[in-house]
């Protein structure tokens, strides 16, 4: 079986300006009059959004691209979907495209929820007999069907989203291309969606390459991942491997911050110099798995004597929530007036808290009362948490999607009482 | 399957893709469609608009150079001789400023969706031409009601003077298109030039009045008076200009081939610089 995409040596150069990519006429005109006077060139810088990619994708595979903002992902998607030429090399495409970079693409505010959806199909590639056959799906499934021939200009935002994500879940081309599109709009019909999707590509073998940034959509929805940086490819292989090299690539510095010079409360005389993460042995990593205890160790110096503070962390998820704030209530020297000299605070995350996933946390030296924030230093480090199936966990040996934002292991008692 | 292979190679070449367009035909249709929906959506009048607006241009051309100026266009009457010419300029106009605004109108699709790009500006070719037929509609109105006679030769020159003004507004228009995607400002200029060809154009005064017969070779070069002057014919009875005709058409084709092979070469990078 011949691969669905074959792509040799891509490569896509831009040429970077430091104004818009558009130039004004006068510009031109006014450039060539200065020009007259001085010769001098403004020099072009160039770079490559992607450089030498190989890859074949075979027909049914499902594929997650991840990398940092920048890598050259959407490019690639771009270049795939041939709505910006590649600079060099070639990519040859076995199978009708559908590439869903943003959902809703030419929807018309003045048009009905019905128009729209003929509109919408046909610029995403649909065939107008296509469309009459899937439109009481569409409408279905999106909900809407009450105000499906009232104009577009009158439906709520999240209307109007349910209309698109449907529109783009009953696409049917044999390689369908996503762009992070479903990060937007809320998670169950998100879910639905995917799920959706995840149904017809099994069903039909259908070719999906996925970019997000979001990791465990990755896991859930792409057995394969490609892991790219700087518009080169790093690695592609099982979406476990490729992600856990995402995490050593991008987060390992993370598990430790040195600030040089420290960061001085002039104020209190108090200078922040390191933050790290570590296991009860003392190791310094940025896995851990999630029965695992975390420490987080800050180190700090005193520049003057009597001074009275305490130690705090914030943690994060992915999504940015703040799972909780934890500051210094048990330590000794917590309410002492400290005297010249360097000290260290440690904080334990339990284990058993955190479900699996990347978290990012912050650290803050204040005064508690009345509350007064000396040095608080942004999401400095970060981790990523993993299921190790030979340890107790409230996962017991349930392998599959596992929401909520905590995940402690409960104590449960069961008995027969009759 | 393979019937849907697809290379992707760096640009190179040059070719009209018109199979492509083809495979793309009800995207083509669709975005017609939108586009003439919403703008008799948009309007409270919707449709009569398009019957209003040349009606409206012919009573007042007539009032003033036929009762206040006396412009002579015997054998036609003139009301019925400044429409035919308004029809025709107006397909003309709104053609080549809404193809000329279209591609940076579409941004946003352009940006996230592959279609053969020539669509933008044909549909937006054909929703003037959706408003032209209304024009004509009214132009035969008013032949029947003036009691005007046509040569039955008009079979064959109103077609031909309508086909002149699609294919070089399709030309200018592309051109403008994609110049405007490259030079932002340059939308600006786009009515100031069209407003100089409409002096330039026979719309509401006879070629006969001009008096210099260098003025007249240049002004044969203007695709707008060689249509006008095609669609006149059989309603004066007066023959064609074989020179003159000869000059339009060679200046219609020029246009074609400048707009679409510049459009052509540039539609590329539409996506990088939209």
Same mark, same amino acid.
């Given at each position: ?12 150069? $831009? ?31 160039? /770079? ?11 027909? +049914?595979?499902?594929?997650?691209? #991840? ?21 060099? +090399? ?7 495209? +559908?590439?869903?970079?943003?959902? +809703? ?18 610029? &995403? ?13 569409? #409408? ?29 879940? @009953? ?28 149904? *017809? ?9 996925? *970019?997000? @940034? ?39 510095? !993370? ?29 310094? #990593?940025?896995? /851990? ?10 180190? $700090? ?18 999504? !940015?929530?703040?799972? /909780?704030?934890?500051?210094? *209530? ?12 360097? $000290? ?8 058993? &808290?955190?479900?699996?996933?990347? /978290? ?15 040095? @608080? ?42 | 399957?393979?019937?849907? =292979? ?36 948009? =309007? ?129 228009? =592309? ?90 070469? =540039? ?8």
């Amino acid at each position: 079986m011949k691969p669905a995409i074959e792509i040799r040596n891509l490569g896509k150069e $831009y040429t970077l300006t430091t104004t818009q990519p558009y130039v004004a006429l006068r510009d031109i005109i006014s450039g060539s009059v200065k020009n007259m006077f001085k010769s001098a060139k403004e020099k072009k810088e160039k /770079f490559w959004a992607l450089e030498d990619i190989n890859l074949d994708i075979m027909p +049914g595979e499902r594929v997650g691209i #991840i990398g940092r903002n920048g890598a050259g992902k959407s490019t690639l998607l771009k270049i795939i979907s041939r709505i910006t030429p590649p600079t060099t +090399g070639s990519a040859i495409i076995r199978g009708r495209v +559908g590439s869903l970079l943003e959902v +809703g693409t030419g929807f018309h505010p003045e048009l009905t929820g019905r128009e729209n959806i003929y509109l919408n199909g046909s610029i &995403l590639g649909l065939k107008k007999t296509e469309i009459n056959k899937q439109l009481d799906a569409i #409408i279905d499934f999106s909900g809407v069907e009450k105000f499906i021939d009232t104009p577009l200009k009158h439906y709520s935002s999240g209307m109007q989203l349910r209309l698109a994500f449907s529109v783009a879940a @009953h696409l049917e081309p044999e390689i369908l291309l996503i762009d992070e599109v479903l990060a937007v709009g809320d998670a169950a019909f998100q879910k639905k969606c995917l799920g959706k999707m995840e149904e *017809v590509s099994k069903k039909d073998g259908r070719t999906i390459l996925f *970019v997000s @940034h979001n990791m465990d959509t990755i896991r859930n929805f792409c057995p394969t991942t490609i892991l790219l940086d700087e518009g080169k490819v790093i690695s592609k292989g099982s979406t476990e491997n490729t992600i856990n090299e995402y995490v050593a690539r991008h987060l390992e510095t !993370n598990a430790e911050m040195n600030w040089e010079k420290g960061v001085l409360s002039y104020t209190q005389g108090v200078s922040l110099h390191r933050a790290f993460l570590h296991n009860e042995n003392g190791e310094l #990593i940025s896995r /851990f798995d999630t029965t695992e205890k975390i420490g987080v160790t800050i180190e $700090y110096e005193v520049l003057k004597d009597d001074v009275v503070f305490t130690h705090g962390i914030n943690l994060y998820n992915q999504e !940015n929530i703040n799972i /909780f704030n934890s500051h210094d *209530v048990t330590s000794e020297i917590r309410l002492e007036k400290r005297v010249k000299g360097k $000290y260290k605070a440690i904080a334990w995350i339990p284990g058993n &808290l955190l479900p699996e996933g990347i /978290f990012t946390i912050s650290i803050a030296l204040f005064l508690p009362n009345p509350l007064d924030i000396l040095v @608080h230093e942004h999401q400095v480090l970060s981790f990523e948490t993993y299921t190790n199936f030979l340890k107790l966990s409230a996962r017991g040996n349930y392998a599959d999607d596992f929401p909520g934002v905590i995940r402690p292991l409960l104590q449960w008692e069961a008995l027969k009482i009759s | 399957m393979e019937k849907f =292979t697809t290379n992707i190679h760096p640009p190179s070449g040059f070719s009209l893709g018109l199979k492509e367009l083809w495979q793309y035909r009800e995207l083509f249709y669709f975005f017609t469609w939108r586009d003439i929906k919403v703008k008799y959506k948009q =309007t409270y009048l919707g449709i009569l608009w398009a019957l209003l607006q040349p009606l409206g241009m012919m009573l007042i051309f007539t009032f003033l150079f036929s009762k206040t100026w006396k412009i002579d266009t015997t054998p036609v009457q003139y009301p019925i001789f400044v429409l035919a010419g308004l029809i025709l300029w107006n397909l003309f106009s709104s053609s080549v400023s809404h193809a000329g605004e279209s591609m940076i109108q579409n941004a946003n699709i352009i940006k996230k969706i592959y279609f053969p790009r020539l669509i933008i500006p044909g549909s937006s070719l054909l929703v003037a031409f959706f408003d032209f037929l209304m024009g004509l509609l009214l132009f035969l109105i008013f032949c029947v009601i003036y009691k005007q006679p046509v040569h039955w030769s008009a079979v064959y020159y109103f077609p031909a003077a309508i086909f002149i003004i699609v294919v070089a507004a399709f030309g200018a228009g =592309t051109f403008l298109a994609a110049l405007n995607v490259k030079y932002r400002d340059f939308r600006y200029t786009i009515a100031f030039m069209l407003q100089v060809l409409f002096f330039a154009s026979q719309v509401f005064y006879p070629m006969q009045y001009i008096q210099q017969s260098w003025l007249k070779y240049v002004l044969a070069a203007n695709p707008v008076n060689t249509a006008i002057g095609l669609f006149r014919a059989p309603l004066s009875g007066s023959p064609v200009d074989a020179t003159f005709l000869g000059i339009g058409m060679a200046s219609t084709i020029l246009i074609l081939l400048i707009g679409l092979y510049y459009f052509r070469k =540039t539609e590329a990078f539409f996506a990088d610089l939209a």
